[in-house]
Nanobody, 123 residues
Framework: QVQLVESGGGLVQTGGSLRLSCVASGLIFQDHYMAWFRQAPGRNPSFVGGISPHGDSTVYEDSLKGRFTISRDNAKNTVYLQMNDLKPEDTAVYFC????????????????RGQGTQVTVSS
């Protein structure tokens, strides 16, 4: 059974930083593209960014470039999302997703997704 478990969310002030983690099990992690999405209340999930199976390529939502960084450690079956200079509009549930074929910007196109971790940025 495939599981993706996120952690690292919490409450942070504007300008602060958080590092989210997503640990995968039940799949061949190094064969999968990994992505991060976020979902604010009442809205559809939006693509944050993704990383290739061996970590040599990343893509980001344009508006988040420079503040957010995705990395992975295949030895630990873990993908990370480093978030800096956080703003109130970054408040959302963040979840990771796994897919063998490519990056996709729609969460529904991913084979697997986690339950998410709440990030709240206070003003």
């Amino acid at each position: 059974q495939v599981q993706l478990v996120e952690s690292g969310g919490g409450l942070v002030q504007t300008g602060g930083s958080l590092r989210l983690s997503c640990v995968a099990s039940g799949l061949i992690f190094q064969d999968h593209y990994m992505a991060w999405f976020r979902q604010a209340p009442g809205r559809n999930p939006s693509f944050v960014g993704g990383i290739s199976p061996h970590g040599d390529s990343t893509v980001y939502e344009d508006s988040l470039k420079g503040r957010f960084t995705i990395s992975r450690d295949n030895a630990k079956n873990t993908v990370y999302l480093q978030m800096n200079d956080l703003k109130p509009e970054d408040t959302a549930v963040y979840f990771c997703a796994a897919e063998r074929l490519a990056y996709y910007r729609l969460a529904s196109q991913y084979d697997y997704r986690g339950q998410g971790t709440q990030v709240t940025v206070s003003s």
